[in-house]
């Protein structure tokens, strides 16, 4: 990673990493915003190769992900989608845990603590054609488990993403609309989507596609439309969303996200344990 460790384990980081007040106001105008890269190639490199080893189902770390999903069947036609990737691997747990996204994200957020949602390793293959896609979707609407709107995810390039490869699209400004209809993760129809949509009164629908290089992250809120089109190279797309709540996070009960029987509280309790680490500040 691209930041330090001092003797004493307390993290120093580069201030050019770091959102600047006007990234913030920016992040908060718009649903989202683009950091610097943040991952070296080493690590990027090495992301590659447990990438493998995930879709292999060959688990480092002797543990099962929670899921191994292909919406196709077919990890060679679709998207990938596997939950909690850093469950079964120390890559993924590396960059799913990183305190340089928490402490990035407390800044966007404007709130002192951050702990992992969970995580997801995606994978898109190339020539994915509509089975690649994304439908058009805000992340709060699958999260209705989770009592604040203060989340946000952090996308993480293992690859060059463009347009040609199927790179993510926001739609700046959409944080502030509300949860809106046809929102919906796994409908390849973003066309229809979109014609079916329903967004406030004088709201204009302005996408914009996040250019990554690889260790390049994106940052967007969890209220933010966002999703992806196919992959027209003939070279797979492969990223980890790193989903982070503020540390006042409670759990609704009876809003079917697993995460409420992953953590096994009762209503209203802040999600804590192992599976929830902090990310900022740093456990010491």
């Known amino acids: ?27 908060q105008e718009n649903g ?23 879709l292999r189902e060959e688990y ?65 293959p190339g020539d994915s054609q ?9 992340d709060k609407g699958y999260w209705a488990s989770a009592s604040t709107s203060d989340m946000l995810t952090a996308w ?4 060059h993403v463009n347009e040609m490869n199927g790179c993510m699209r926001f739609v700046a400004g959409s944080n502030h ?11 390849p129809d973003m066309e229809g989507q979109r014609e079916r949509m329903r967004i406030p009164g004088g709201a204009e629908w302005r996408e914009v596609p996040a250019i990554l290089e690889p260790g390049q992250v994106s940052f967007h809120h969890c209220m933010t439309l966002h ?3 196919p992959n027209r190279t003939d070279r797979p797309r492969r990223s980890i969303a790193v989903h982070l709540m503020s540390g006042e996070t409670r759990m609704v009960k009876g ?19 192992p599976r929830f680490p902090r990310l900022w500040p740093p456990v010491e």
Do not use: C
């Not at 509509?130 to 805000?138: E, I, K, L, R, S």
């Not at 993480?156 to 690859?159: E, L, N, S, T």
């Not at 609309?177 to 409908?187: I, K, R, T």
């Open 32 to 54: 989202f915003w683009i950091a610097p890269k943040l991952f070296d190639d080493d690590l990027i490199a090495q992301a590659h190769e447990h990438m493998e080893m995930l």
């Open 156 to 159: 993480i390039a293992f690859d």
């Open 227 to 229: 999703g992806s089109g």
């Open 60 to 124: 480092e770390k002797g543990e099962k992900p929670l899921s191994n999903y292909r919406p196709s069947g077919d990890a060679a036609k679709g998207l990938v989608k596997i939950d909690n990737g850093w469950w079964a691997d120390r890559v993924f747990e590396t960059f799913a845990t990183s305190p340089v996204l928490g402490r990035i994200a407390s800044m966007l957020l404007q709130v002192p603590e951050i702990y992992l949602w969970h995580d997801q390793v995606l994978y898109k």
């Open 177 to 187: 609309w509300g949860l809106v209809n046809e929102s919906d993760f796994f409908n």
């Open 1 to 27: 990673m691209l930041n330090d460790f001092s003797e004493e384990g307390a993290v120093t980081m580069n201030p050019a990493l770091l959102p600047t007040d006007d990234d913030i106001r920016f992040f």
């Open 255 to 273: 809003n079917k996200h697993v995460n409420e029987e992953i953590f096994g509280g009762e209503d209203g309790e802040l999600y804590r344990g």
């Open 130 to 138: 509509a089975a690649g896609n994304v439908g058009w979707h805000q």
